[in-house]
């Protein structure tokens, strides 16, 4: 079964550092999501993407925050300079076209711990 | 102000019995909610949907109620097992109408726990 894939698990980082986490969505979906969860927090929406550009993106993703479909199979984000805050598990998330009902698949998960 | 909320206290119950999980959400009309488990450490994985006319969905041992009068959603799982121990979530998308391939809105998750 096709699933969405997560590179790497687990990012260490120093404070001020670019980071960039990679996706593979499933290959026929064309609709793409990065969410973060802070430990012990809710998972929250940071943004989505279609059709090469940003549809949606919450307070979170402000400036330091970017994403890039560079290819035909992966999805980045970048945080341009890190914050201790912005340690948490960052999941990417993908839907299928079609189907009116937008359940998503998400992604193991990247790991970030920033220092 | 618009919120999603989940029983925030573990529940823990024995093999065999139905474990029921509760979400209430105030100032969303959403067209649908959504099942999700979370086991630690990994990204949730959908289980159910159900559509805001229909009462209730089924699939296997896992059943869902909507109610958009109470704006409530019950979540059960009959048959309990320990490998349902998990962390449970709902979510819905907060557009209205319908916006295809919305953004999702999460609960807290309510973390369920099944002892042999």
């Known amino acids: 079964e096709p699933e969405v894939t997560q590179t790497p698990s687990h990012q260490v980082t120093q404070m001020g550092q670019e980071v960039i986490l990679r996706c593979v969505p499933i290959?026929?979906?064309?609709?793409f999501y990065w969410y973060r969860q802070i430990l012990g927090q809710k998972v929250e929406f940071l943004v989505s993407?279609?059709?090469?550009?940003?549809?949606?993106k919450s307070e979170i993703f402000d400036d330091q925050f970017s994403v890039e479909r560079p290819d035909g199979s992966n999805f980045t984000l970048k945080i341009r300079s890190t914050k201790l805050e912005d340690s948490a598990m960052y999941f990417c998330?993908?839907?299928?076209?079609?189907?009116?009902?937008?359940?998503?698949?998400f992604g193991p998960g990247t790991r970030l711990t920033v220092t | 102000s618009q919120k999603i909320e989940q029983n925030s206290e573990a529940l823990n119950i024995q093999e065999g019995k139905t474990a029921t999980l509760t979400c209430n959400y105030t100032?969303?009309?959403?067209?649908?909610l959504q099942w999700y488990r979370q086991d630690p450490g990994r990204g949730p994985v959908f289980l159910l949907l159900i559509r805001e006319n229909e009462k209730e969905k089924r699939k296997e041992r896992l059943k869902v109620t909507f109610d958009t009068t109470l704006k409530q959603s019950l979540f059960h799982i009959t048959a309990s097992q320990p490998a349902d121990s998990a962390t449970y979530l709902c979510?819905?998308?907060?557009?209205?109408?319908?916006?295809?391939?919305?953004?999702?809105?999460f609960g807290q998750g309510t973390e369920l726990s099944v002892k042999p």
């Open positions: 290959s026929n979906h064309l609709y």
């Open positions: 100032n969303y009309s959403p067209a649908y």
């Open positions: 998330a993908s839907t299928s076209p079609g189907r009116n009902t937008n359940e998503q698949y």
């Open positions: 993407f279609y059709n090469n550009e940003i549809s949606e």
């Open positions: 979510a819905l998308d907060p557009s209205y109408p319908y916006n295809q391939g919305g953004k999702l809105i």
